[in-house]
């Protein structure tokens, strides 16, 4: 550390914490002689630097039959500041540091959980997932037992799980599974050509990148197969449930899925209004429909 004196009214130095020791020793300058280093506010008389007490004892000792009269001696002015000064931030040029302004944080908006609306997307993806179900299904030789007369729960419960076990049961339960994983190739390719999904469509759920542009196929593949790992546990119980138990506290937290923000893409979904919600009761309904054709 360099320290600057002040002496018979004018800055000298720099000196070592050494050299100034040895004036102290000498005599040259005394407790009271005003100093600065790089780390001072202001000139101090060396007595109040706490870098130099072990100096001052060492002084005290050698002096201490001697009886000083403590004066305070003006400082020397501060070097004017330059207009252009080719030597900036060397040792000694300026006796304090520049000033730098602090950096401004602007405060980060509360996320509006209202406006998140973790259940309008929820139950647009259940709408494509059961449209997939409800078509395989139509496809296949399953048939579920219909609850008699005089029957109780567990006998009807009895009967499914019996019919369940049927070679038709698993060929439709393998047959669906590869369906969902070719539904999901099916929406990339229409979020990136419209935005949207039948689902989507119906509750008004548009999928955009940050910037507002269609979603690229490539990044629209990955979001796709990223919601059937991470969103919907590739929709096998308890992992569906995991998957949409973290999903609704993600959104509900920062407004975003987790895939959302890692691809860089927005999804904007509208409050629903009287239309769009009997839109979405009619579709259901007429999935049901469909459904019951089976057993008519």
């Given amino acids: 550390m360099d320290f600057y004196l002040s002496i018979d009214g004018s800055r000298k130095g720099p000196y070592s914490i050494f050299k100034v020791g040895d004036l102290l020793e000498s005599g040259e300058v005394?407790?009271?002689?005003?100093?600065?280093?790089?780390?001072?506010?202001?000139?101090?008389?060396?007595?109040?630097?706490?870098?130099?007490?072990?100096?001052?004892?060492?002084?005290?000792?050698?002096?201490?039959?001697?009886?000083?009269?403590?004066?305070?001696?003006?400082p020397p002015p501060l070097p004017a500041p330059e207009p252009v000064n080719p030597h900036a931030g060397e040792i000694g040029d300026a006796p304090l540091p520049p000033t730098q302004v602090a950096p401004v944080f602007l405060p980060v908006p509360p996320v509006d959980a209202a406006r998140a609306r973790p259940f309008i997307r929820f139950w647009a993806r259940m709408f494509d997932y059961t449209a997939v179900s409800v078509l395989i299904f139509q496809l296949s030789d399953v048939m579920v037992p219909e609850a008699l007369p005089g029957d109780s729960m567990t006998e009807v419960f009895n009967r499914y799980m019996a019919e369940m076990q049927k070679p038709e049961a698993l060929i439709f339960a393998r047959t669906l599974f590869f369906a969902l994983i070719g539904w999901h190739f099916i929406e990339a390719v229409l979020i990136h050509l419209f935005g949207t999904t039948p689902g989507k469509a119906i509750f008004g759920v548009k999928v955009k990148t940050e910037d507002g542009e269609p979603v690229p196929m490539k990044r629209a593949l990955g979001r796709s197969f990223y919601v059937y790992v991470m969103g919907v546990g590739f929709y096998q119980f308890p992992l569906i449930l995991i998957g949409m138990i973290f999903s609704f506290f993600r959104i509900q937290s920062t407004g975003n899925c987790l895939?959302?923000?890692?691809?860089?893409?927005?999804?904007?979904?509208?409050?629903?209004?009287?239309?769009?919600?009997?839109l979405a009761f009619c579709a259901f309904f007429a999935l049901l429909l469909l459904q019951s054709v089976k057993f008519s």
């Fill in 259 to 278: 895939w959302d923000q890692h691809l860089k893409i927005r999804v904007e979904n509208p409050p629903l209004g009287a239309l769009r919600i009997g």
């Fill in 30 to 74: 005394t407790a009271d002689t005003l100093a600065w280093h790089r780390d001072l506010d202001t000139w101090k008389p060396l007595c109040d630097i706490p870098a130099l007490e072990m100096l001052r004892e060492r002084s005290k000792a050698r002096n201490s039959g001697e009886v000083e009269t403590r004066s305070v001696p003006i």
